[in-house]
Nanobody, 124 residues
Framework: QVQLVESGGGLVQAGDSLRLSCAASGRTFSIYAMGWFRQAPGKEREFVAAISWSGGSTYYADSVKGRFTISRDNVKDTVYLQMNSLKPEDTAVYYC?????????????????WGQGTQVTVSS
């Protein structure tokens, strides 16, 4: 079992930056690929970014490529999502997820554990 707790969300203006954190506890964090997903009101959950167990491979949705960066610290058992140049359309609840297969995926069904989410609101 892996427990995931997101933090770092908030209310910002368009163009600002935020860094989300996801702290993991339980089983060995370093073997899991990690992903960030988001869900806006009335919309389906969508992929944002993923990182392999080693950090050697990263994946991004086209909508955030060049603005968001995913990273991980396997000593601190934490994955991060640095979000720059935020836009109102980035407003959503952001979830982190763990995939025990370790490779990283854009598909939500690949992930075994999910956090409770953190709200990000970007005003125009």
């Amino acid at each position: 079992q892996v427990q995931l707790v997101e933090s770092g969300g908030g209310l910002v203006q368009a163009g600002d930056s935020l860094r989300l954190s996801c702290a993991a506890s339980g089983r060995t964090f370093s073997i899991y690929a990690m992903g960030w997903f988001r869900q806006a009101p009335g919309k389906e959950r969508e992929f944002v970014a993923a990182i392999s167990w080693s950090g050697g491979s990263t994946y991004y949705a086209d909508s955030v490529k060049g603005r968001f960066t995913i990273s991980r610290d396997n000593v601190k058992d934490t994955v991060y999502l640095q979000m720059n140049s935020l836009k109102p359309e980035d407003t959503a609840v952001y979830y982190c997820a763990a995939d025990r297969k370790g490779l990283g995926s854009k598909r939500a069904y690949s992930y075994d554990y999910w956090g409770q989410g953190t709200q990000v609101t970007v005003s125009s």
